[in-house]
């Protein structure tokens, strides 16, 4: 339990630095931002000085250096090569270069991310040939929009287009690998992406299908919702925990909901739909308090007004709201966690008395989170069990997969072994659950 609040009061103080992301397991395509001053990059202080003259004397020379600088910081060299170029290009919108593009329209989109052809067409089709490999490579254009006076708010863009650019290159590594695939008769790549997904050894995942297959036709809505969900999740955490701060985050994470031109989330697929969540779980579950507050305020109100109709709106809202419990267990975790790094940047001004009695309540609140451990396990055990035996599981096979559910719940392979084990019934003996016997 320590090692555990300790590893949260690290995350928490980094996070109130506004310097990282901080659950790398919630920022899948790229790695999370761990700086906001990588080497070679501008402090915050320079980017704010070079941003107000760039908006005061719009220029390429004045506008190039911030587009280059925020790039860097948020990870785009990870790409591929001229994700960073040394001198970023100037597009029209219709034109562009493979990797990094900028352009001064300052009513263009924040930014855009596309096909890009060997003549530089920009947002063409990606055409499938089973012979010839494809002629395109992938670009993005980033507009003033996208930068702000805040370095650390200017990320949001580049990291949505990141997203992009990386389902684009997981797509153009699929159709690679179909077209050599062995065989006399290839299959269409529909096809073949599903032969993949049920292959026995390193199947590609029902989210890569859903990505690459969508992606392989120009479709926008899967690749989207998670785009939109890293731009929130960049941006979030970086600002005050108000209404008012929060409005451009909570702005960008209703975007993986509906957009100007699609129904984002009743049109993804729901492996992405679960995904999306899955990663916004595993990022609130980050945030200090007082995010955690906020957002819950944010949910709710939204909750309320949202109707049941085609943008699938009131869908995403009430699965992304967290159970009570959870979320009353999230804000002790946080609060624990503040504890424990307060305690360790200070050793005075605390009698040993009292320090005494809060490891006595500590001891008890331990105690009572094992308790409460263990009641939630019996319960998720007998209802699988029941739904087993509903579904005419055999006898011996009953409770199989239950430890496995439980053990990685807790990431512990000490309890798979003692779930495994079995359960002591009412009758004394060891039972495969804790049914009633």
């Not at 929060?246 to 129904?263: H, I, M, N």
Request: proline share 5%; glycine share 8%; hydrophobic share 40%.
């Amino acid at each position: 339990m320590l090692s555990l609040l300790q590893r949260e009061a690290r995350a928490a103080g980094v996070t109130q630095g506004r310097t990282v992301q901080r659950d790398v397991g919630s920022h899948r395509e790229n790695p999370p931002v761990s700086t906001l001053q990588p080497a070679g990059t501008l402090s915050e202080e320079q980017w704010t000085a070079a941003y107000r003259a760039a908006v005061a004397k719009p220029s390429v020379e004045a506008d190039e250096p911030l587009f280059r600088d925020i790039a860097l910081t948020a990870g785009m060299a990870e790409l591929a090569a001229g994700f960073v170029p040394s001198t970023v290009p100037v597009s029209d919108g219709k034109t562009a270069k493979p990797g990094l593009n900028m352009t001064l329209n300052t009513s263009d989109e924040p930014g855009h991310t596309a096909w890009v052809d060997k003549n530089g067409a920009f947002g063409v089709p990606l055409k499938l040939d089973s012979g010839a490999a494809p002629d395109v490579a992938v670009a993005i254009i980033l507009s003033p929009r996208a930068l702000s006076p805040d370095k650390a708010l200017s990320l949001r863009g580049a990291r949505h287009e990141m997203v992009h650019a990386r389902h684009k290159t997981k797509v153009l590594e699929a159709v690679k690998a179909w077209q050599s695939s062995p065989g006399r008769r290839q299959p269409g790549f529909d096809e073949w992406l599903k032969q993949q997904a049920r292959k026995k050894t390193t199947p590609i995942s029902a989210l890569d299908v859903a990505l690459i297959g969508s992606g392989a036709k120009n479709g926008a809505a899967n690749t989207e919702a998670l785009a939109y969900i890293e731009g929130f999740m960049t941006d979030f955490h970086r600002r005050p925990a108000t209404a008012a701060q929060a409005g451009p985050a909570f702005f960008e994470l209703l975007g993986a909901v509906e957009t100007r031109k699609l129904y984002t989330w009743a049109q993804a697929a729901p492996a992405v739909q679960v995904e999306a969540l899955t990663r916004l779980r595993e990022y609130r579950g980050a945030l200090d308090i007082d995010h955690q507050r906020l957002w819950k305020e944010w949910l709710d109100k939204e909750l309320a007004k949202a109707a049941n109709d085609k943008t699938g709106r009131k869908d995403f809202l009430a699965r992304l709201t967290v159970d009570p419990l959870i979320g009353w267990l999230d804000a002790v975790l946080a609060a624990l966690a503040n504890d424990v790094a307060a305690c360790e940047r200070t050793a005075d001004g605390v009698p040993d008395a009292v320090r005494i009695d809060r490891i006595a309540r500590l001891e008890k609140l331990n105690a009572a989170a094992a308790a409460l451990q263990a009641a939630e396990s019996v319960q998720v055990a007998r209802s699988q069990a029941v739904a087993q035996l509903a579904a005419d599981v055999h006898p011996d096979k009953i409770g199989r997969g239950i430890a496995d559910q439980l053990g990685l719940a807790c990431k512990s392979r000490d309890l798979r072994r003692r779930v495994g084990s079995g359960w002591r019934g009412r009758c004394g003996s060891r039972c495969p659950t804790p049914t009633d016997c």
